[in-house]
């Protein structure tokens, strides 16, 4: 039994064991978002397989036993396959290690979770899925926009923006009448924007961008549909971003005992 796996037993945590994976959501970036499960995993595991996306600061949260194996895309040097990271995480477990698999967000929001929790099961390794805060409801917190409201709206689409090349038809999500937050979407934004406006959304219809939420890095615009991502283009937002649009927005001006607003603005807090 290793010092933190004693210390796990003793302060009642759940024992990440030898020969297990704990698929694990990191949340957005701030170490105080994350689960208390996610927290035990960093501490009793002996490798942490983490995303780009997951944050210096979740990581340093890691025991001192704890290396750390690197599964994401960076600087657009050639990244491991799934396929790789699967095997690597059946690998890992094989050998008898504490396999904390850490992906930013939830693991099972856009993040290809699935995929390894499938890949653990056929080979039979105990796995188990820890969720996290995902990005797109952190990112609406950040910028103090409710995702839902009584009487505005009774559903939230959750969309993944690379969908566009793909000829994704963002007609029936147009027309659903529900606030849409964009994951994956800077580079599609005027695409997309243009699409969902052609499907009959209002071009005024208010949309915010927030980058790197819950980071000393976040930022936040607020604009409509049809300005949205020219403003983007002019004040350099740039990825990890989410794109929320609707009705919704407007309630941040309440929120923020301000009077709502339509109007471009972009709010640097870094
Ligand atoms: C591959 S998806 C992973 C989503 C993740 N599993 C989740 O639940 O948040 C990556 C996208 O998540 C969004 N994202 C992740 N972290 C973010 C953050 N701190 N601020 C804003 N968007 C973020 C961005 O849209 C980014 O392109």
Aim: hydrophobic share 50%.
């Amino acid at each position: 039994m290793t010092v933190s796996n004693a210390l796990a037993r003793r302060t009642g945590m759940p024992i990440l064991e030898a020969g297990h994976v704990w698929l694990a959501g990191a949340g957005p970036g701030d170490p105080g978002l994350l689960t208390l499960d996610a927290f035990a995993g960093l501490q009793q595991a002996d490798v942490v397989v983490h995303d780009a996306l997951v944050d210096q600061r979740v990581l340093a949260l890691a025991g001192e036993q704890a290396w750390f194996e690197f599964a994401g895309k960076r600087g657009g040097k050639p990244s491991a396959t799934q396929a790789d990271i699967s095997q690597r995480l059946v690998a890992l477990a094989h050998e008898g290690r504490r396999v904390l698999r850490l992906k930013g967000g939830d693991p099972f929001v856009f993040g290809r979770g699935g995929e390894e929790a499938m890949t653990l099961a056929a080979a039979g390794v105990p796995f188990r899925v820890i969720p996290g805060v995902t990005a797109g409801l952190a990112a609406l917190t950040a910028a103090s926009i409710p995702a839902t409201l009584r009487g505005v709206n009774r559903a939230v689409i959750f969309a993944a923006g690379h969908g566009a090349e793909e000829n994704f038809d963002w007609g029936p999500i147009a027309r659903a009448g529900q606030p849409i937050v964009l994951y994956m979407v800077m580079h599609n934004l005027k695409q997309i924007a243009d699409a969902l406006m052609a499907a009959g959304l209002p071009p005024q219809t208010p949309a915010a961008i927030v980058a790197s939420a819950a980071t000393p890095r976040e930022r936040l615009l607020v604009a409509t549909l049809e300005t949205v991502a020219a403003q983007a283009r002019t004040n350099n937002f740039e990825p990890p971003a989410i794109v929320a649009i609707g009705e919704i927005v407007e309630f941040r001006g309440r929120l923020l005992g301000v009077t709502p607003s339509t109007r471009d603005d972009t709010k640097d807090k870094s």
